[in-house]
T-cell receptor, first 109, second 114 residues
Framework: EDQVTQSPEALRLQEGESSSLNCSYTVSGLRGLFWYRQDPGKGPEFLFTLYSAGEEKEKERLKATLTKKESFLHITAPKPEDSATYLCAVSGGSYIPTFGRGTSLIVHP | DAGVIQSPRHEVTEMGQEVTLRCKPISGHNSLFWYRQTMMRGLELLIYFNNNVPIDDSGMPEDRFSAKMPNASFSTLKIQPSEPRDSAVYFC????????????FGPGTRLTVT
């Protein structure tokens, strides 16, 4: 059974204070690891897909990296508008995507 | 493309009533997923369809829940009879393929059963 664990559950940062969110996973035959952003009252919004260890993707202040056991979402010099819940999901041998519980990020001005 | 469309956005109903949630996936996507999200349990997969065929409904809580996908552009999730514990946000998502591809979520339906 595929499993995804995200940490920390909640993170408070000051504007400009860089940090990382963690997504640890176990999966048989990784077919993709996905990062989503969810704002209050909205559906999750797709950010990145990573397929193999060593792969990296960037978008504005966000950078996602992948190893064989975990993925990190690095946030560089965050702004208040980066405040959201960040969800990690994996797609593996079971075909059905498995989501983590998410990390709630608050960036204070 | 307008993205995944869900209706209604909010639904308030009394216990025992039938509730029908609707979803229009992104054109060209072959897979459709229904999720339920609560503070307690997070995002739970209820059922997913591939090419309009239900593939896995093991996440459906009980027989009160049913889902259909009569064609590639429409799906429904029905709860009959509804109970207060069904109160949650229900999301529909579509994907190009069931596995290995990102999902695109609709705005969700916030269901409140009193």
């Amino acid at each position: 059974e595929d499993q995804v664990t995200q940490s920390p559950e909640a993170l408070r940062l000051q504007e400009g204070e860089s940090s990382s969110l963690n997504c640890s996973y176990t999966v048989s035959g990784l077919r993709g690891l996905f990062w989503y952003r969810q704002d209050p009252g909205k559906g999750p919004e797709f950010l990145f897909t990573l397929y193999s260890a060593g792969e990296e993707k960037e978008k504005e202040r966000l950078k996602a990296t992948l190893t064989k056991k975990e993925s990190f979402l690095h946030i560089t010099a965050p702004k208040p508008e980066d405040s959201a819940t960040y969800l990690c999901a994996v797609s593996g041998g079971s075909y059905i995507p498995t989501f983590g519980r998410g990390t709630s990020l608050i960036v204070h001005p | 493309d307008a993205g995944v469309i869900q209706s209604p956005r909010h639904e308030v109903t009394e216990m025992g009533q039938e509730v029908t949630l609707r979803c229009k996936p992104i054109s060209g996507h072959n897979s459709l997923f229904w999720y339920r999200q609560t503070m307690m349990r997070g995002l739970e997969l209820l059922i997913y369809f591939n090419n309009n065929v239900p593939i896995d409904d093991s996440g459906m809580p009980e027989d009160r829940f049913s889902a259909k996908m009569p064609n590639a552009s429409f799906s429904t999730l029905k709860i009959q009879p509804s109970e207060p514990r069904d109160s949650a946000v229900y999301f529909c998502a579509s994907s190009l393929r069931a596995t290995g591809y990102e999902q695109y979520f609709g705005p969700g339906t916030r269901l409140t059963v009193t």
